[in-house]
């Protein structure tokens, strides 16, 4: 795609022909889009961008944004209470433990729970839109937002972790038990198909949009712009 406007900079490897195995990172050329070529080191299929990669990171956000409904209204946590069962979403999980004076785990569980998967979701589809509309600027800005997105996936589990903690704590005395409830697949369901987004995309597409550069982009060339060009070119 992004080969037909010439850049000012160097050339990048899709121009030059050349593309980087995903596997052992030798350079191999390969010609055209959609040649079969395989690495002959390690025997992987080489591809400058990962194939279909906005259409498979597109369904997985929306499989997250569909699933995020019932995780957030139905009942995460069962607490049997001397015999009577109580349903409790994350909300009132994190209402309860505000109420409590335990804001520290209230703030934990509102962050891992709901502003982190709002987020991670926004920001993906964000992205998403912003190669579907070709828009060529905050280009960096965009790499650097998916990286957090990346990096922030491994946290996700945490208040599935609280819960587990909390029927650790509870599960004693007058509760006769506490377990987790509907909402809690539901919630697996999110995290994963939002890992699974942030994995699938090719971050070069947002470099491709800008043809490599982003406008009235300096040649500062400091090492992070020049990190940048090298994984965007190849
Ligand atoms: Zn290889």
């Given at each position: 795609m992004g080969a037909e406007k010439k850049a000012k900079g160097p050339i990048t490897g899709m121009e030059a022909g050349l593309s980087v195995c995903h596997e052992c990172r030798k350079v191999v050329p390969v010609h055209g889009e959609n040649s079969q070529v395989r690495c002959p080191r390690c025997g992987?299929?080489?591809?400058?961008?990962?194939p279909e990669s906005v259409t498979k990171s597109w369904a997985l956000i929306?499989?997250?944004?569909?699933?995020?409904?019932p995780a957030n209204f139905l009942p995460i946590m069962k607490v049997d209470y001397m015999g009577a069962a109580q349903y409790s979403t994350i909300m009132d999980g994190i209402l309860y433990f505000f109420k409590e004076g335990s804001y520290g785990i209230g703030v934990v569980i509102l962050v891992a729970s709901v502003?982190?998967?709002?987020?991670k979701i926004v920001g993906i589809m964000m992205i998403l839109l912003s190669i579907h509309f070709d828009i060529k600027s905050w280009l960096e800005h965009k790499t650097l937002m998916f990286r957090f997105i990346k990096?922030?996936?491994r946290w996700s589990m945490l208040d599935i972790f609280v819960i587990a903690l909390l029927t650790g704590l509870?599960?004693?005395g007058f509760?006769?038990?506490i377990a987790a409830a509907p909402a809690a697949p539901f919630f697996c369901g999110v995290v994963i198909s939002t890992m699974l987004a942030a994995e699938v995309f090719d971050t070069r597409l947002i470099w491709d949009a800008g043809g490599?550069?982003?406008?009235g982009e300096v040649d500062a060339g400091g090492s992070m712009d020049g990190q940048d060009d090298l994984d965007s070119g190849l």
């Open positions: 992987s299929s080489m591809h400058f961008r990962k929306i499989t997250s944004l569909i699933l995020l409904f502003l982190v998967p709002v987020f990096f922030i996936g509870v599960d004693f509760l006769s038990s490599g550069k982003e406008d």
